[in-house]
């Protein structure tokens, strides 16, 4: 099973500010990995998919990169909707399909 | 739209046995696979089941094997989970979700909370 650990477990950032979030997989996942973003009570939503590319309707300010062990979110400019749980997901080893502990990331 | 929409939760001793469904629309159901995915309170996200659009490959986490079961109804456009010998650690908030890139669409979620 590929373990998924995410860095760091809290990130705070002032609004209007730049947050990068890393993931790192116990073993290459090519470029199979997802981030997912989760409000308060709300279910994961999609952002970024095959490492860098973004799902349907997500704003440019969220970039994805890497591949093999080593990935990173950027949200280049917080806006107050972004302040939420992000998860990173592996799809290149399955099953299971594994998680990261999440990051959340919140106003400073 | 697409849209999914879980039913079934609710509270079960341990020992007990639940149902769940997820109607899905906005979509041809039948050519997608589908995977359910849990959330314990206050915690991360858990892959539990997968089915593919045709129904002939299955997974289940270790977790859950042996005591739950995956099934799609691809007529009435549904997705279930059937949980048997359920215990307090599958207490857990439970999404049905698309298994596209690989997840690109979730269910609201249905809350099951096992107890005594």
């Known amino acids: 099973e590929i373990v998924m650990t995410q860095s760091p477990a809290t990130l705070s950032v002032s609004p209007g500010g730049r947050a990068t979030l890393s993931c790192r997989a116990s073993?290459?996942?090519?470029?199979?990995l997802a981030w997912y973003q989760q409000q308060p009570g709300q279910a994961p939503r999609l952002l970024i998919y095959d490492a860098s590319t973004r799902a349907t309707g997500i704003p440019d300010r969220f970039s994805g990169s890497g591949s093999g062990t080593e990935f990173s979110l950027t949200i280049s400019s917080l806006q107050s909707e972004d302040f939420a749980i992000y998860y990173c997901q592996q799809y290149n080893d399955w099953p299971p399909w594994t998680f990261g502990q999440g990051t959340k990331v919140e106003i400073k | 739209e697409v849209q999914l929409v879980e039913s079934g939760g609710g509270l079960v001793q341990p020992g007990g046995s639940l149902r769940l469904s997820c109607a899905a629309s906005g979509f041809t159901f039948s050519a997608y696979s589908m995977s359910w995915v849990r959330q314990a309170p206050g915690k991360g996200l858990e892959w539990v089941s997968y089915i593919r659009s045709s129904g002939t490959t299955i997974y289940y986490a270790d977790s859950v094997k042996g005591r739950f079961t995956i099934s799609r109804d691809d007529a009435k456009n549904s997705l279930f989970l059937q949980m048997n010998s359920l215990r307090d650690e599958d207490t857990a908030v439970y999404y049905c979700?698309?298994?596209?890139?690989?997840?690109?669409?979730w269910g609201q979620g249905t809350l099951v909370t096992v107890s005594s």
């Open positions: 979700a698309r298994a596209w890139r690989p997840y690109d669409c």
């Open positions: 073993q290459s996942v090519s470029t199979y």
